[in-house]
């Protein structure tokens, strides 16, 4: 909820063709056009890497449901048990080591930084996601973890 996007359209009024933009938003179900400005208070961070102070660009993002459902269906990490636990329950169970159904810190980070790559598939080098999600521990716990993209393409969880 929240995304927006700019659709690029050919418009044929009468017998010329233009081209517009229309931006839309997601308000977490349906895709609607954005009929005023959309203005949002934003403070610009920065994080010295290198001895060099640059500006801090870390995404932050919040899993949804579909989101889970994608990880659980669509990502190779973990085992089958605990995918399809996800998919259903929509948080990764670490109640019981001993279950079919736990997941690993590793196999949560594995997971997220899966679906990382299918959300921002085109993401440069360096950039930072932080990630926000529910896991089980005899309760639901929101847990947050920073993603970084290394020279490899992998998403690698900074510490």
Known sequence: AGDIQYVSFANRPASTTQQDVMTMMY???NWTKVTADVVSAAT???S??????APDLTIKY????ADYVWIGEKSTAGNA??????ARYGNFYQANPTS???WTDAQV???????????????EIGQKYQMTYIVYRGSNTTV????EKNAAGEYVVIR
């Open 62 to 65: 919040e899993l949804v449901a």
């Open 144 to 147: 947050q973890t920073t993603f």
């Open 44 to 46: 610009l961070k920065f």
């Open 48 to 53: 010295k890497k290198d001895g060099k102070w």
């Open 81 to 86: 048990e605990n995918r399809a636990n996800l």
């Open 100 to 102: 079919p159904t736990y």
């Open 27 to 29: 308000d977490g179900a």
């Open 109 to 123: 980070e594995a997971a997220i930084a899966s679906f990382i790559q299918y959300k921002y598939p085109n993401a």
